[in-house]
């Protein structure tokens, strides 16, 4: 058929597979017995990880991460705050003005160290992810959202997540989108691509007004160099799950479907949990795993399956973290849990000494029942205002329309 158009070669896309960035030396990111972020929440995520066959599992690996080279984390953070970090570890006095040997982020021997590993992590992920070699790669350490590039801030030393959208940059990305879903705004990531038009960052969380870092109002998005690339969702206080699914559905399909990303970075930080005590905020870890379903989805949509999660944070380490971390997994890996999968008695046994909380005996959770915008919205309630002054300041910078 000399004359015919050349036929696209009808061969199946490779099958998908997920990398799991893990390594017990993670543990090492330990800011000390006081602090709200125990690593104990990273070691029983991998435990029930195991015991539930999820990885290694057919089309799940676990790779060992890297420590990242000073070159790569000077990529986001400033030479001489790296250097500092390094100074702090190896024994130096801590200059609180880079928030080194606060009480967020006290010094720790193994600091420089254990926060590149993490980082190194993020970078592999995304370097994975955007060469094909996994379709989805996790790493429930990172997620450090707060760090800035002079500074710590909020149990964050080097920006994993800045990391992993430097890196697909790096490696030729035209259009990235950050979703952080933790209950503080992500302020670190916004901040390094505020004037960066490459990269849109999605973050819902509790209204600045009453909860750390004070940033993420609707009216924020994003710096002079990029207006509309950044879209910040707060929340009031004591919004529950089907509240906060109801606003994220609002506008993350809407701004990620509008802005077309080649790859999706997720921050899972799962802080907003109504048992978590550093946030106001009352999902639950059925919401949770459902907003990681609607990233998924929306990366097979527009992505081609690219996608890299993140954890980030999360503080009922032994009741909440776990679950939606699990889940997380689950859902990347194609193998949500069958309803009744029980949670693995060994695995309870265990989590059960170290909290005074009944741990549930079952993976699955059911799905979590929400008025679709759609259906109509209410400004008498403060949620329905909240969305909509996102929706507002963000969407028609995004050319969408703020009351569709
Ligand atoms: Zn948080
Ligand atoms: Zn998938």
Partial sequence: MPDAAPSVPDVPPPPETVRLLWTYDFLDYDFGIE???????LDLTIALVRELGL???????????????????ARIHEPAYIAAVRAVSAGAVPDESL????????????????SARIYGASCDAAAAVWSGAATHAINVAGGMHHAMPGAAAGFCVYNDAAGAVRRLLDDGAQRVAYVDLDAHHGDGVELAFRDDPRVLTFSVHQN???????????????????????????????????GWLRA????????????????????????????????????????QRTAAVWVHELAHELCGGRWVALGGGGYAVVRVVPFAWTGVLAEAAHRPFAPGTPVPPAWRARAQEMTEDVLPTTMDWPDVEFAPWSAGYDPGVELDRAVQATRSAAFPLLGLDPHH
């Fill in 55 to 73: 990885a290694p599992s057919e089309g799940v690996t676990v790779v060992e991460p890297v420590i990242a080279s000073d070159e790569t984390i």
């Fill in 208 to 242: 600045p007004m009453t909860l750390f870092p004070g940033t993420g109002f609707a009216t924020d998005t994003g710096g002079p160099g990029a207006p509309g690339s950044a879209v910040n969702l707060a929340l009031p206080p004591r919004t529950d799950a089907a």
């Fill in 35 to 41: 602090h709200p972020m125990s690593p104990v929440r």
């Fill in 248 to 287: 994220i559905d609002a506008v993350l399909p809407h701004a990620l479907r509008a802005f077309a990303p080649e790859v999706i970075v997720s921050q899972h930080g799962c802080d907003s949990h109504r048992f978590d005590p550093l946030s106001d905020l009352r999902t639950s870890v059925a919401a």
């Fill in 99 to 114: 928030g080194l040997g606060t009480q967020d982020d006290p010094v720790f021997p193994a600091m420089h160290e254990a």
